[in-house]
Nanobody
Framework: QVQLVESGGGLVQPGGSLRLSCAAS????????MGWYRQAPGKQRELVAV???????GYVDSVKGRFTISRDNAKNQVDLQMNSLKPEDTAVYYC??????????WGKGTLVTVSS
């Protein structure tokens, strides 16, 4: 089993930056594909960025060029660097670890609010 704890959310002005971190414990971190999802009020949860166990990355079109996902297997940590933030990036951001359908874990989320 994997436990995930997100941190780094908060209030930021449009155009600003935040760095989210997800600390993982309880299993072999490096074998999991790690993802950041977000859910805005009244909307479905969406995948924002993913980094595989082989360090391949992918992003939703709306964040390409602004967000960067990275992982440190020695620290059991995955980060999401968010630059040039927009009000539409406001959401609760969730960390996900997935190996199979049965090995699929979520953190409790961290709130990001982009507002002037």
């Amino acid at each position: 089993q994997v436990q995930l704890v997100e941190s780094g959310g908060g209030l930021v002005q449009p155009g600003g930056s935040l760095r989210l971190s997800c600390a993982a414990s309880g299993s072999i971190f490096r074998i999991y594909n790690m993802g950041w999802y977000r859910q805005a009020p009244g909307k479905q949860r969406e995948l924002v960025a993913v980094i595989t166990s082989g360090d391949n990355t992918g992003y939703v079109d709306s964040v390409k060029g602004r967000f960067t996902i990275s992982r440190d297997n020695a620290k059991n940590q995955v980060d999401l660097q968010m630059n040039s933030l927009k009000p539409e990036d406001t959401a609760v951001y969730y960390c996900n670890a997935r190996r199979t359908a049965a090995l699929d874990y979520w953190g409790k989320g961290t709130l990001v609010t982009v507002s002037s």
